[in-house]
């Protein structure tokens, strides 16, 4: 299917009672624009999104001008607030500049170095109070077709001389925020965009600085990406990235099954039955670790051929300990431990079978199991789709 190319307008259309508010700001000689997805959505002409609106005054001296407006919420921590104008919540942000911000007064500060300071160029696209749209990353270029193309802010940045004089590269975003990492990463996932080659090169080289990020926010980052469409994607070609997160993972990159009933390596298998799962929690994480325990219980017969006795317990412990050191809820952990102990049982059910199970289990536990086996099978090998397809339509009657 061809990419559409889309027209990229040079104005956008301003909520007058936000306008307005922006107009109240100019007044008092301070710089405010919307950025962010409102102005994306607006460009791409798809419904209206929440409105953020950054400027270069400080916090408290917003709330001065804008006395006449409603705060419903103060973060001077973030420095933002967020106001109501005329029904339409607007989170209004002061310039943060990385650029000396110690010596210069924020309204010094330049919209440039503000925004240089976002993820990606799609998000640096800005709008004043008439919808007259400024680009200097130039982040129109890249929704000109879909998918849209994601470029980390920084990398049409000149080269930056050191003490010595030797040019180096301008650092990109996702350096300085292993963040956006896996923002990028969703984004991809999300199937809307693709990663330009300079900011996937640098992903995959800066893999490590993942592990920078807390455990609770690296786990909800990488959710974002195992829930995703294209997850088996992402995973296949930032395979440096998933083990940064689940170094328990690192053994099972390569390595060979021995098995008439796979054709893929372990990894591989993995990643494509997460990729075949329907999109439940709990059963994507169980398919991603399911089979993590094989390469410490492999044993080789005198024909080559592989088994694997109590690789399902040692995958469980894998689990266990990867997900509570990401501070997983004890909820969560509980039923990816329980589906993985189940993980071959669901490929020997026949209707009968499943539905007597339904006296051990909950409906909800009996439908997992089946759907997981299902993506396991579509993984191991074309041929089993009618298998799989068998134990869908099983999956589908438990629920009714």
């Given at each position: 299917?061809?990419?559409?190319?889309?027209?990229?307008?040079?104005?956008?259309?301003?909520?007058?009672q936000?306008?307005?508010?922006?107009?109240?700001?100019?007044?008092?000689?301070?710089?405010?624009?919307i950025?962010g997805?409102?102005?994306?959505?607006?460009?791409?002409?798809?419904?209206?999104?929440?409105?953020?609106?950054?400027v270069?005054?400080?916090l408290?001296?917003?709330?001065?001008?804008?006395d006449?407006?409603?705060?419903?919420?103060?973060?001077?921590?973030?420095?933002?607030?967020?106001?109501?104008?005329?029904?339409?919540?607007?989170m209004?942000?002061?310039?943060?500049?990385?650029?000396?911000?110690?010596?210069?007064?924020?309204?010094r500060?330049?919209?440039?170095?503000?925004?240089?300071?976002?993820?990606f160029?799609?998000?640096?696209?800005?709008?004043?109070?008439?919808?007259?749209?400024?680009?200097?990353?130039?982040?129109?270029?890249?929704?000109?077709?879909?998918?849209?193309l994601l470029?980390?802010?920084?990398?049409?940045?000149?080269?930056?001389?050191?003490e010595?004089?030797?040019?180096?590269?301008?650092?990109?975003?996702?350096?300085?925020?292993?963040?956006?990492?896996?923002?990028?990463?969703?984004?991809?996932?999300s199937?809307?965009?693709?990663?330009?080659?300079?900011?996937?090169?640098?992903?995959k080289?800066?893999?490590?600085?993942?592990?920078?990020?807390?455990?609770?926010?690296?786990?909800?980052?990488?959710?974002?990406?195992?829930?995703?469409?294209?997850?088996n994607?992402?995973?296949?070609?930032?395979?440096?990235i998933?083990?940064?997160?689940?170094?328990?993972?690192?053994?099972?990159?390569?390595?060979?099954?021995?098995?008439?009933?796979?054709?893929?390596?372990?990894?591989?298998?993995?990643?494509?039955?997460?990729?075949?799962?329907?999109?439940?929690?709990?059963?994507?994480?169980?398919?991603?670790?399911?089979?993590?325990?094989?390469?410490?219980?492999?044993?080789?017969?005198?024909?080559?051929?592989?088994t694997y006795?109590?690789?399902?317990e040692?995958?469980?412990?894998?689990?266990?300990?990867?997900?509570?050191?990401?501070?997983a809820?004890?909820?969560?952990?509980?039923?990816?431990?329980?589906?993985?102990?189940?993980?071959?049982?669901?490929?020997?059910?026949e209707?009968?079978?499943?539905?007597?199970?339904?006296?051990?289990?909950?409906?909800?536990?009996?439908?997992?199991?089946?759907l997981?086996?299902?993506?396991?099978?579509?993984?191991?090998?074309?041929?089993?789709?009618?298998?799989a397809?068998?134990?869908?339509?099983i999956?589908?009657?438990i629920?009714?």
């Amino acid at each position: 299917m061809p990419d559409t190319i889309i027209e990229i307008p040079d104005h956008i259309d301003i909520p007058h009672q936000v306008a307005t508010m922006m107009y109240y700001i100019n007044e008092r000689d301070y710089r405010c624009y919307i950025v962010g997805d409102y102005v994306k959505k607006m460009i791409l002409g798809e419904p209206m999104e929440d409105i953020d609106i950054i400027v270069n005054a400080e916090l408290d001296r917003l709330e001065l001008i804008l006395d006449n407006y409603r705060i419903i919420e103060r973060n001077p921590e973030k420095n933002e607030m967020m106001v109501m104008a005329g029904g339409i919540p607007v989170m209004i942000s002061s310039y943060r500049c990385e650029k000396f911000p110690e010596i210069t007064p924020v309204d010094r500060r330049s919209l440039t170095d503000e925004l240089s300071m976002r993820d990606f160029t799609v998000n640096t696209i800005c709008a004043d109070r008439s919808g007259n749209l400024k680009d200097p990353f130039d982040g129109a270029s890249c929704l000109m077709n879909t998918p849209f193309l994601l470029k980390s802010v920084g990398e049409d940045e000149e080269p930056i001389a050191d003490e010595n004089g030797e040019l180096n590269p301008a650092p990109l975003s996702i350096e300085k925020n292993p963040l956006f990492i896996l923002k990028a990463l969703a984004l991809m996932g999300s199937g809307e965009y693709v990663i330009s080659s300079k900011t996937s090169e640098c992903i995959k080289k800066n893999a490590e600085i993942i592990s920078k990020i807390e455990p609770k926010a690296l786990r909800e980052g990488f959710e974002e990406i195992l829930m995703s469409k294209r997850v088996n994607d992402v995973f296949t070609e930032y395979k440096d990235i998933v083990t940064a997160i689940f170094p328990e993972l690192t053994k099972t990159i390569d390595f060979q099954q021995h098995s008439i009933f796979q054709n893929y390596t372990l990894y591989e298998h993995l990643c494509k039955s997460v990729g075949f799962s329907y999109p439940d929690l709990a059963l994507r994480y169980a398919l991603l670790f399911h089979g993590s325990g094989k390469p410490d219980c492999q044993a080789l017969n005198s024909n080559g051929a592989a088994t694997y006795y109590g690789h399902g317990e040692r995958s469980m412990i894998i689990a266990g300990n990867a997900l509570r050191r990401l501070e997983a809820p004890e909820e969560l952990i509980d039923e990816v431990l329980f589906l993985i102990t189940h993980h071959d049982m669901g490929e020997i059910l026949e209707e009968q079978d499943a539905f007597e199970l339904l006296n051990r289990f909950s409906k909800s536990d009996v439908r997992k199991i089946l759907l997981l086996a299902c993506a396991n099978l579509r993984a191991k090998s074309e041929e089993n789709e009618q298998k799989a397809a068998s134990l869908k339509k099983i999956s589908e009657l438990i629920s009714r």
